[in-house]
């Protein structure tokens, strides 16, 4: 993903993206909400259907400032995003918090939250531009190498796009915070047990024709680790 | 989890949790709700936040037909739930999927949203028995050996229960759907990049005493695979 000029300022957050709890575990760098999302796979889109906040995992990609959402026309989750204020969220999991006591139990994580309104993408090149950037954020360094979207699929695709100016960060590390009593106590065992992602064998499909290499873009991608 | 009678009933989906599009992938039997709410580790809850659909991570646990989330009672996002109209989507990503063309480009992954209005819990057994679910699913075992709430930490949180009648599960698997054309042309790999969640080693906390061994129910938990 484009690193821009703005990635060393800091975020600009309103009242409703301030996190008003744990503010130890709020993040103001504008690398830190960079970070977050590219190392995302998916993201959980909340939109309003029927005055109900619904929430749906669906591909993401991030150019910048902006970031990219696609579906189906017929979508009706995205249909309800369009000019509308939705918020999409990553968050990646790294370990489970044991702590001494039952409260104290959580999670070590990090995770964006960007809210604003979306933008449906209009102009035919940027429409372009921004599935490309979701495919590669996917799938990245696939895009040039397989048949680009024609005008039946162009058609039958909405490209949302969403201004990261409004966004929050917060990013849980460590061991638990236990009282001061229970650590004294004693006895109970405390700590974290991280947990990471990895890439199994890439599996060839079932249609595939005999003697076509698994390419290098996934092969590199093998050697990269998603989670610590 | 409790196996309850109602694992082998159908889902009862509403207009609203009925998914519109790609239905091949929507799964009706109950079991599968419970198979994928059980095998997650964070939802994604959305909440009305001032007009805006906001989307939070949070711990949860379920206990037969009922979905317990927890948290403070100074956070926002719960206050705002409280006796309103919520979702909660537990996804897990299984794997990219790589396509003879972009826009045949997907995920595969499993997806329970489920929608209802939030109910505050406000009986004491209740609330106890709501927070041992929750922490139970993020650490099996761990809630009897360590100290319970006490009435301080009772007071200061909040416990909803979300009842699962109105729920939808969306499950994708295998490789991509490419087009006839882009098969026959031949030359562009295609299959599937598995995605696995691990556990790492257990890391002790720092104030750990010395001779304190790791419990047993997390040396299980290291004996199993949470994706694949």
Redesign the interface.
Known sequence: MTASASSRTPLSPTP?STP??LKDRARTDRADLDAVLDAG??C??????????????T?YGRDGDTLYVHG?T???SLRAAIAH?????V?L?D??V??????H?S?N?R?A?V?GRAVEVTDRDERLHG??VV?EH??PG??S?????NKK?LAA?TVLALDLTEASVKVRTG??N?DAG??E?????????????????????????TG????DD?LR??ETI?I?
Chains 1, 2 share one sequence.
Request: proline share 7%; with cysteine.
């Open positions: 409703r008003t709890r796979l998916v959980h889109l909340g939109v309003l259907l029927g005055g109900t906040p619904v929430v749906l995992p591909a189906s017929g979508a009706r204020d939705i918020s999409v969220t968050t999991v370990g489970v044991y702590a001494r006591s039952a409260m139990f999670m994580y995770c939250v809210l599935l490309r495919v996917a799938a696939a895009w190498r397989v048949r680009s979207p699929e695709t061991g638990p236990d229970d650590i106590t004693g006895g109970v065992w405390a700590g974290v047990l991280p947990l990471r992602q990895v890439w199994g064998a890439p599996i060839g499909s079932e249609d595939l024709a076509i290499a698994v390419p996934v991608r093998l998603l610590r």
